[in-house]
Structure formats: structure tokens, C-alpha cells
């Protein structure tokens, strides 16, 4: 499982939301919604955590992998759920863990809250009937804290996630300051942003990492950004000071 990394980008994204926090061992969630749920949050982690360890000890394969991977019969749901998205995107299962659990956790609060939104290392999954805007973090680049994601109401539930080759723990064979994925499934859009990221090997390339996006069943859209330069894709509105562009 990762490591602990202090999330020192978190800012509130909710104001109309009750927002806390739950860390369970190195899992470290960020978490808004009608009321504070961090006891059954922790629950779902800890599942979650103890799913994937038992998994993991009895096929070790599965956490040392970087390409495509199968897994086991007794393998699982999460571990499953990581499986097939990392064949879509074409990288190791462990790619899809933040944005996998922090869709197990959403879907596990909705019973309680109609509007969720669980940050997991900068992977995020949310689920309500408005409108979100995130906020781009992607760290010496001139576009950190100049531009947000807005995610339309009717693109929920969803997850948006961020894979980076210099900020952060991230493995990435890339070089792009972040790659971010919008897709359905938490776990889709971990892996995938962690491909477009690998794709991009500098400012001259962000092209590619689109490219790479547009080959993964699934994505809603994609952003790749590296330095002064930026390429968006699909349903992907980003949202800067003096206006809107549109990917």
C-alpha cells in the first residue's frame, strides 16, 4: 500500500458541505458531505485495506506489476475492479488504488449523504446533483492555481484524478506536472491519468498524453499539462481567470 504523504495542496472544495478527515494507516482521505460520516468512512477503509493486504499476501504479483495484470479467482472486488481498469489503460493494477478505494467509500456513504466527495491523494470522487469546480495542482507550472475542472452535474457520479511525473509519490515514466483523468470509475480514472502521465515526456508532448486518453475506453476526458504548455480532450471545461475554454 502507499505511504503516508502529507496533503499539504488540500483546500475546502465544499462550503455547503460538512467536510472531515479519516486516516486509516496510510490511507488519508479528504471527505465532504451532508454530515460528518468519518466513523463509517473508516470502516469502509479499513475493508478496503484489508481486502487488498489479504489479496496481496496471497499474490504479490499483483502489487509488483506495472503492465496489465490478472488476477486471481479469489481475488477481491477492489482488486478486480484495479485489474480491469489497469488492462484499459494498460499499466500495473496499483495505478487504479487511490481512485478505487475513494470510489468504494463514496458509493458507501450515498446510503447517508446525496452529495459525497472523497479526495484520496489528489484522486477525488464525487456523486450529487451539482456542478463541482476542482482546482488544478500541478506545481511549478504557471497554471497551478490559475485553473479549475468543472464537472457538470450530469457527469456525476464520477471520479477526476491526477497522476504527476514531479510532484508527488507517484510512480510515473513521464514528465508531465499532471495528467488528469475524469471517467465513471475511480479506478478508471487513476489508471488512465497515470498512462496519459507516462506518455508525456515534456512540454513538447503533452499532445501525446491526449492521445493516449483517447485510445482508453471509458474516459469522459483528459487533461495533460507540462510547463507553459496544456492539452485538453472531451468533456474536460476548464475554467481560468478571464473566461472559459473548453476542451
Not at 467536510?19 to 479499513?46: C, K, N, P, Y
Not at 464537472?151 to 506536472?177: N, Q
Amino acid at each position: 500500500m502507499p505511504e503516508y504523504v502529507e496533503r499539504t495542496y488540500r483546500r475546502t472544495v465544499a462550503p455547503d458541505l460538512v467536510t472531515f478527515e479519516v486516516r486509516v494507516m496510510q490511507t488519508d482521505l479528504l471527505i465532504a458531505a451532508e454530515s460528518d460520516l468519518g466513523a463509517r468512512a473508516a470502516e469502509i477503509v479499513r475493508a478496503c485495506r484489508r481486502d487488498l493486504e489479504s489479496y496481496i499476501a496471497r499474490d504479490p504479483g499483483f502489487k509488483e506489476a506495472l503492465r496489465p495484470y490478472a488476477v486471481r479467482d479469489d481475488a477481491p472486488k477492489i482488486a478486480r475492479a484495479m485489474a480491469a481498469a489497469a488492462e484499459l489503460a494498460g499499466v500495473g493494477p496499483m495505478a487504479a488504488v487511490a481512485g478505487a478505494i475513494a470510489e468504494e467509500v463514496g458509493r458507501g456513504l450515498a446510503g447517508d449523504s446525496r452529495a459525497v466527495i472523497v479526495e484520496n491523494g489528489g484522486d477525488i470522487w464525487l456523486q450529487g446533483e451539482s456542478e463541482r469546480l476542482i482546482g488544478v495542482f500541478a506545481g511549478a507550472s504557471p497554471f497551478t492555481g490559475k485553473l479549475a475542472v468543472r464537472l457538470a452535474a450530469d457527469l456525476m457520479p464520477c471520479s477526476i484524478c491526477t497522476s504527476s511525473g514531479t510532484v508527488g509519490p507517484s510512480l510515473s515514466f513521464g514528465k508531465a506536472d499532471a495528467a488528469i483523468a475524469v471517467a465513471g470509475s475511480g479506478a478508471l480514472a487513476d489508471a488512465a491519468a497515470t498512462a496519459i502521465g507516462n506518455a508525456v515526456g515534456g512540454p513538447d508532448e503533452v499532445e501525446a498524453g491526449i492521445e493516449a486518453a483517447r485510445r482508453i475506453p471509458g474516459l469522459f476526458g483528459a487533461v495533460a499539462i507540462a510547463g507553459d504548455k496544456l492539452a485538453a480532450w472531451g468533456r474536460v471545461e476548464l475554467v481560468k481567470t478571464g473566461g472559459i475554454s473548453r476542451g
